[in-house]
């Protein structure tokens, strides 16, 4: 149980473009999602929270604008990368929890985003 | 902001040896969670920790919440190949939003 899926597994594509991301609880119902960065060899970077329903809570220097996310249903949350750069190329990872406080974290396999 | 550091950054041991990675908030925790991620992979939960000197054991794995909940150790006894991979605390912050900050990770590589 408990499985998160998330796709695309790996993008690559020009700069300017924009990319999503989804990500989806495929046996239970994610109260809070959360998307992460993750770069080469270094630990998760909390980018921010999402609960159904309501707008995502972002962390200190994530441009909301840039990074939109959108948790329109219990089992979906997006992410949308807006008009890439290659700096912005990366590891995304979502997880979801399945009920608000303290739950384990599932995480999907990742998105690997090359931005040429 | 809150940091989350783990030490130490990498460690090799050779199988059948003990290995221990400690985690040190800047901040007093909620509760702590532990997640293994192998190469290639993603985090997978391993276990969560929320009482004050708390200490939980899962087969060979040893977790330890300090008493004033700002550090939290890992301790794996006689190491295996299947050791392999980035050991993440993850702590809770205790103000209102619900949300874990990483640590840094440890990497553990386990020679046969």
């Known amino acids: 149980g408990a499985v998160v899926s998330q796709h695309p597994s790996r993008v690559i594509c020009k700069s300017g473009t924009s990319v999503k991301i989804e990500c989806r609880s495929l046996d239970f119902q994610a109260t809070t999602m959360f998307w992460y960065r993750q770069f080469p060899k270094q630990s998760l970077m909390l980018m921010a929270t999402s609960n159904e329903g309501s707008k995502a809570t972002y962390e200190q220097g994530v441009e909301k604008d840039k990074f939109l996310i959108n948790h329109a249903s219990l089992t979906l949350s997006t992410l949308t990368v807006t008009s890439a750069h290659p700096e912005d190329s990366s590891f995304y990872i979502c997880?979801?929890?399945?009920?608000?406080?303290?739950?384990?974290?599932?995480f999907g396999d990742g998105t690997r985003l090359s931005i040429l | 902001g809150q940091q989350v550091m783990q030490i130490p950054q990498y460690q090799h041991v050779q199988e059948g040896e003990d290995f221990t990675t400690y985690c040190n908030s800047s901040?007093?925790?909620?509760?702590i969670q532990w997640y293994k991620q192998r190469p290639g992979g993603h985090p997978v939960f391993l276990i969560q920790l929320v009482k004050s000197g708390e200490v939980k054991k899962q087969k060979r794995l040893t977790f330890q919440f300090g008493e004033a909940k700002k550090n939290s150790s890992l301790h794996i006894t006689a190491t295996q190949t299947t050791d392999v991979g980035t050991y993440f605390c993850?702590?809770?912050?205790?103000?209102?939003?619900?949300?874990?900050?990483f640590g840094t990770g440890t990497r553990l590589k386990v020679l046969a």
């Open positions: 997880s979801a929890t399945g009920q608000v406080g303290d739950q384990p974290q599932h």
């Open positions: 993850a702590g809770r912050t205790t103000s209102g939003t619900y949300k874990y900050i």
């Open positions: 901040t007093t925790l909620s509760n």
